[in-house]
Structure formats: C-alpha cells, structure tokens
C-alpha cells in the first residue's frame, strides 16, 4: 500500500513511523527545509533555543524508543519558581499574598456551587461559576495563556482542556479531584539536545521517505487512488494545520474546506535573550495574568537544564502575541525585543542588552479549541467520509500537545493500514 503523509511536522513523522512498521510504502511531503514543524532546536553562540516547546508534560515512549533518545530525556533541575504577572505585581505561586488575591476562600466552596458540566461553555465561565470571580479568572487567564497563549473567553472549558472537563462532567472539580485513581506523574521534560532532536532523529529514522522543501499544491481523488503532486497513491494522510488542509481539498470538499477554515490559530513570536546569570531570578518563569507584558509567558531555560547557555549566561525566553493580542506578534524584531526588555526591566529589574537575540516567528502558532471543537471536529470528518483513503491527524484536530499530536498521526496511520 502506497501511502502519501502531506506535512512534515511531528504529526506527519509520527503517521509515517506507523505507517512504515506497519509495511506501508510510505512518503512525506514537507514544504519546508526541514521536518518537525513547530518542534526544532538551534543551537548558536552557546545558546540552545527552541523554535516551539520547551517542556513536554507526558511520555512519548514509542517515539523515544524508535529514535533511541530515551537515555537524552533530562528532567528540570530546581528550583522550580513560578511567578505570576498580577494586577501589576509579579507574585511568587503559589505564595499567600497571590493566594489572597485569588480569592483562595470562596474557590475552596466550589463543592457547593458545582453542578455537572453538561454542555461546553468558555473555560472564564466555567471556572468563575465554579471558583468565583476572583479564583475563577485567574485561574482561566493562566491556564490559557500557558496552554494555547488564548482568550479565557474563547477557549472551551471541555475540548480545551481535556481533564478540567471529564472532572466537570462528574460534579465538584475538587470532590472529584481527589476521587481521582491516582496514577504516576512522570512530570515535564525535555531533551538533552532540545526537543528538535526528536523530530530529526525520526526524519532521520525515515531516510529517502521523507521530502523536504516539497510543498504540495494540488490533491483530489482519482478512482479509488489519490493524485498527490503529481503522484499516485492508496491514500493519503493530511497531517497540515487546518488552513492548509481547506486549501488542499477544496476543490473537492468544499463543505469540509468551509469547516476547516473556520478554525483559529494564535499567532505567536518567541523571543529569545542572552544575558548575564545574575541579572535575572532562578526558577521556571512567569506567566502574565494581567494581559499587559508583550511576553504572555517568560522562561528561564537555562536555569533549569544543562547546556541552554554559555557558562556565566542565562537564556530567557519569552512568549509573544497570543490570541488576544496578535498586534504584539507582529511587531518588528527590534520593537518587540524593546518591548519585552522594558516588561523585563519593570518586572524582573533587568537592566543590562542581551549579548544574544534570535527571534522565532509562527503566524498561526496553537489553535484555539472554541466551545463545541469537539462536536466541529466530528462533524468535519464526517464531510470527507465519503473519500476512502483520506485521513486527517494534527493540532487542529486532536490536542495541541506533542503527545497528543504524535498520538493523533499514529492513530491516522492505524485507520489506513490496520
């Protein structure tokens, strides 16, 4: 079975991993230079940056045994502060003066206001009905914002966030909490290399399957084969953002393009920074909770693993744009690494320029699940049905995590060649 996986990212890597040890004949198509996607690691002037992730929050066993990594995983060193960026102070979580503004009193009644999550409503509405108001949006803002750089008013409370809203469905967050079977935390990592190691290792793996700087501009049913490019193949597995997807098959499914391209993407610019080790604090980093930094999160990288910084440097890295505000994103390099410094400078008193600066650019970087993505999804797959051999995987469709996004190309690949 001759199989096209369309995209390169790790959802296509993953499907086509599948697809190969399944005995398929397999071939990725990725427009760019390189295969990973979102996921890619540079390493420059004894820095070692991240063009997306940093940290991963669950395993990722198959793919770390295929590519032999397993023994690069490293786990972040303490400590492990958190900030939060709060009504214009920066307060250390969980810490009883952010516990106080929180409202940490009236959030510990929620058993008593909690009724089962029956329909999906945005995650601010969910969270304040349940924690209060005070709780309720904070939580929101820096859940959204560390997840998917979203609008809490935007994003699902259920489809979203996953395991906030299986808890919902059953009643009280916190009753249902701690009724939950408890099973091993694995915790967040990363690798040694960075996580661009991962998706070079597969690419790696594939050899001659996978076709950098191959865009593919035309698809479209052939009998029971599909026209890829040029070429003939059994079926096909989408593995691009859902934009990308509606321009493939709109000439044939139009009603499904329509579905696609109504999904929403964040725009975000990462902006990395080189300064000196004792100019910034020790820690994780910081999220913004107050929607008035340029960085709607900042990282400290190099304080927490090896090797992300020359000896006596500090790496920091900040999250730029986000869904609700785009307009930061698309500053000019200059501009926004002003602009970040000067949050920088109010925040974390740093007072010196970086030696070293690399800015990352994604026009659309996470897409943002809408209340009722889940029920959009279903109804999207549903309009290509009726095209035997075509199967979508990636972001748009299944989680924005690497995991979940490598489970989503696996799961593709399973559906073709069972």
């Known amino acids: 079975m001759r199989i096209a996986v369309i995209g390169g990212g790790i959802a296509g890597l993953s499907a086509a991993h599948e697809l190969v040890r399944r005995g398929a004949d397999t071939h990725v198509f990725e427009s760019d230079a390189r295969a990973g ?16 992730p940093n940290f991963l929050a669950r395993h990722l066993d198959t793919l770390l045994d295929a590519t032999g990594l397993r023994g690069d995983v490293v786990r972040p060193s303490p400590p492990m502060t958190r900030w939060v960026h709060l009504n214009g102070r920066v307060l250390k979580a969980p810490g009883l003066p952010l516990l106080a503004r929180a409202g940490v009193f009236r959030a510990l009644l929620e058993p008593l206001f909690a009724k089962p999550l029956r329909e999906d409503v945005p995650l601010r509405a969910f969270l304040e009905r349940r924690l209060g108001r005070r709780a309720g949006g904070l939580a929101a803002a820096v859940m959204s914002a560390g997840v998917y750089a979203g609008d809490p008013d935007a994003l699902s409370a259920r489809d979203a966030f996953p395991a906030l809203g299986a808890l919902g469905e059953k009643g009280s ?3 249902n909490a701690f009724r939950r079977e408890k099973t091993p935390k694995s915790g967040i ?8 190691t991962l998706a070079a290792a597969l690419a790696r793996s594939l050899g001659d399957r996978v076709h950098l700087g191959a865009r593919i501009t035309g698809l479209s049913p052939q009998g029971k084969q599909w026209a890829v490019g040029g070429e003939r193949f059994d079926a096909v597995v989408l593995a691009v953002p859902a934009a990308a997807a509606a321009e493939l098959t709109n000439g044939f499914a139009p009603r499904f393009a329509d579905a696609a391209r109504a999904l929403r993407s964040a725009p975000v610019t990462v902006v990395h920074l080189g300064v000196r080790q004792d100019a910034v604090p020790r820690g994780f ?30 790496l920091v890295t900040a999250i730029c744009g986000g869904a609700k505000h785009p307009e930061r994103a698309a500053l000019p390099d200059e501009q926004l690494v002003d602009a970040v410094l000067s949050d920088l400078r109010a925040t974390w008193a740093l007072r010196e320029r ?12 996470i897409p943002q699940y809408a209340p009722g993505h889940r029920e959009r999804v279903r109804e999207a797959r549903a309009l290509l049905a009726g095209f035997s051999g075509l199967e979508l995987a990636g972001a748009s469709w299944d989680g924005v995590g690497v995991p979940d996004v490598a489970r989503s190309g696996a799961a593709a690949a399973g559906r073709l060649s069972p």
């Open 189 to 196: 990592w990363t690798l040694r290399g960075g996580l661009g």
């Open 37 to 52: 996607g979102k996921v890619g690691t540079r390493s420059e002037q004894g820095y070692l940056t991240e063009d997306g």
């Open 173 to 175: 967050l916190i009753v």
């Open 285 to 314: 980093g910081m999220i913004d909770a107050d929607g008035t930094l340029h960085g709607i999160g900042t990282l400290l990288p190099s304080s927490m693993l090896p090797g992300r910084a020359p000896e006596g440097r500090a």
């Open 354 to 365: 970086p030696e070293y600066v690399r800015v990352v650019r994604w026009a659309a970087a």
